[in-house]
């Protein structure tokens, strides 16, 4: 996490896909947001750019980022579930 730069209050490894079963993860990554009450209130990719390019990601819209400024502000997210990218998960 540290050599990633990964600031992160808390992580999970799922090794088992329990948990990415019951969220129905089918990419990695596929991004999902869970508000303090438990309730998930965004899930899907973390951007609008299904690239491998570095230099794509500075345009890019942060789904992520939009859903958790939105729901910090106290505002429903405006768009709760995008389409993931990237590799299938198997499980």
């Known amino acids: 996490m540290a050599d990633e730069k990964a600031f992160s209050t808390a992580f999970l490894l799922d ?30 990719a973390i951007d609008d750019r299904p690239s491998t390019d570095k230099s794509d990601i500075k345009g890019a819209t942060n789904y992520v980022e939009a859903a958790l400024s939105q729901a910090m502000a106290g505002k429903k997210v405006s768009n709760p579930t995008t389409t993931p990218y990237g590799c299938s998960v198997k499980y």
Not at 26 to 34: A, D, L, N, S
Not at 35 to 42: E, F, K, W
């Open 15 to 44: 090794s088992d896909g329990k948990v990415g079963r019951l969220y129905g993860a089918k990419t990695t990554p596929h991004m999902f947001v869970i508000n303090p009450d438990g309730v998930l209130i965004y899930q899907g």
